[in-house]
């Protein structure tokens, strides 16, 4: 990878991946795409270039490929599982319509593309502990639909025209830098939020729901490893299983308060967000990533803890 488009580069992971991307193969090297309305601003404006990119519009996406001369493309853009049910054919055509652009572009002009997956691509079917690579994907989210039909086509890309797709299906990811938008697994980053203000957290989700999480550190490193494995080991492209931690929200809770002590907590489901994460399972197994690309997470639940009440003091009190 020499010359890299960012899709969403001012989003959850986008914001943070621009900037780690910039950090290996050097600022001018990675382009910030953005939408109107959430344009790149501070250090993700001044390290590097930046350019209007709505995987909607194939003609602009085509033209930035051109002028920067892209040979891989990090495709972010997407609308979150809860949000996503109250707009399906907006996700339908972010999601899809826009991966087709991608996956047609990246087949004219040689470019790798990574668009991830998410836990969202399982369903009711599939089984719930240690959910395999290969196995029952029978979503009932239009997120989850979406999710399967980018694994579908990206794999498709690949055997039939050679298009270098990779990724991996993400966890609910936590970090203090930017908030996620509408996820079904966003309570994990919210109830740092709540702890660290003194606030009492009103749970969306309801005791006993495990989900898969995920530390953002880990999540962008698995994001430049797999883009970087020895293709000749890969047996799987789209998408991978990869996982860190899995917890209910009383775990996060209890891991919260032995830091901030008297922390309070109490339930309030959200009935579609709730259908959502019982859909989903509760711990994947990702030996496939392990033995194909050495993937290795670095980070657990008490890591994390610590790092994010840390990081948020330090940016609430500046705030
Ligand atoms: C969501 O909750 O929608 C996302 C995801 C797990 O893909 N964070």
């Given at each position: 990878m020499?010359?890299?488009?960012?899709?969403?580069?001012?989003?959850?992971?986008?914001?943070?991946?621009?900037?780690?991307?910039?950090?290996?193969?050097?600022?001018?090297?990675?382009?910030?795409?953005?939408?109107?309305?959430?344009?790149?601003?501070?250090?993700?404006?001044?390290?590097?270039?930046?350019?209007?990119?709505?995987?909607?519009?194939?003609?602009?996406?085509a033209?930035?490929?051109?002028?920067y001369?892209?040979?891989?493309?990090?495709?972010?853009?997407?609308?979150?599982?809860?949000?996503?049910?109250r707009?399906?054919?907006m996700?339908?055509?972010?999601?899809?319509?826009?991966?087709?652009?991608?996956?047609?572009?990246?087949?004219?002009?040689?470019?790798?593309?990574?668009?991830?997956?998410?836990?969202?691509?399982?369903?009711?079917?599939?089984?719930?502990?240690?959910?395999?690579q290969?196995?029952?994907?029978?979503p009932?989210?239009?997120?989850g639909?979406?999710?399967?039909?980018t694994?579908?086509?990206?794999?498709?890309?690949?055997?039939?025209?050679?298009?270098?797709?990779?990724?991996?299906r993400?966890p609910?990811?936590?970090s203090?830098?930017?908030?996620?938008g509408?996820?079904?697994?966003?309570?994990?980053?919210?109830?740092?939020?709540?702890?660290?203000?003194?606030?009492?957290?009103?749970?969306?989700?309801?005791?006993?729901?495990?989900?898969?999480?995920?530390?953002?550190?880990?999540?962008l490193?698995?994001?430049?490893?797999?883009?970087?494995?020895?293709?000749?080991?890969?047996?799987?492209?789209?998408?991978?299983?990869?996982?860190?931690?899995?917890?209910?929200p009383?775990?996060?809770?209890?891991?919260?308060?032995?830091?901030?002590?008297g922390?309070?907590?109490?339930?309030?489901?959200?009935?579609?967000?709730?259908a959502?994460?019982?859909?989903?399972?509760?711990?994947?197994?990702?030996?496939?990533?392990?033995?194909?690309?050495?993937?290795?997470p670095?980070?657990?639940?008490?890591?994390?803890?610590?790092?994010?009440?840390?990081?948020?003091?330090?940016?609430?009190?500046?705030?």
């Amino acid at each position: 990878m020499k010359n890299i488009l960012v899709v969403g580069s001012t989003g959850q992971i986008g914001s943070e991946l621009t900037m780690k991307l910039r950090g290996i193969y050097g600022g001018n090297n990675v382009v910030a795409g953005y939408i109107p309305g959430a344009e790149p601003k501070g250090e993700l404006l001044e390290s590097g270039p930046s350019a209007v990119a709505d995987v909607r519009d194939a003609k602009g996406l085509a033209e930035i490929v051109a002028k920067y001369n892209i040979d891989a493309i990090y495709n972010l853009a997407a609308l979150l599982s809860a949000v996503a049910e109250r707009k399906p054919l907006m996700a339908w055509d972010i999601q899809m319509n826009g991966l087709l652009n991608l996956l047609e572009i990246s087949r004219e002009k040689s470019c790798a593309l990574f668009t991830p997956s998410s836990i969202g691509s399982f369903g009711p079917d599939t089984p719930k502990q240690n959910t395999p690579q290969d196995t029952i994907q029978r979503p009932t989210s239009m997120y989850g639909v979406t999710k399967v039909a980018t694994e579908l086509l990206s794999d498709y890309y690949h055997h039939k025209f050679g298009v270098d797709t990779r990724s991996v299906r993400f966890p609910g990811l936590i970090s203090y830098t930017t908030l996620p938008g509408g996820g079904t697994t966003d309570y994990a980053v919210e109830i740092y939020y709540a702890a660290v203000k003194g606030e009492e957290f009103v749970c969306p989700i309801a005791k006993g729901t495990f989900m898969d999480m995920m530390y953002m550190p880990d999540a962008l490193r698995a994001a430049v490893e797999i883009m970087e494995a020895d293709p000749s080991r890969l047996n799987h492209r789209n998408s991978f299983n990869i996982a860190s931690m899995s917890f209910d929200p009383e775990i996060i809770r209890a891991s919260i308060a032995k830091a901030v002590p008297g922390f309070r907590m109490r339930y309030e489901p959200d009935p579609v967000r709730q259908a959502i994460a019982e859909s989903w399972p509760d711990k994947m197994d990702d030996s496939c990533a392990r033995a194909e690309w050495d993937w290795k997470p670095e980070f657990g639940l008490e890591e994390m803890t610590a790092d994010m009440i840390a990081n948020l003091r330090i940016k609430l009190a500046k705030a």
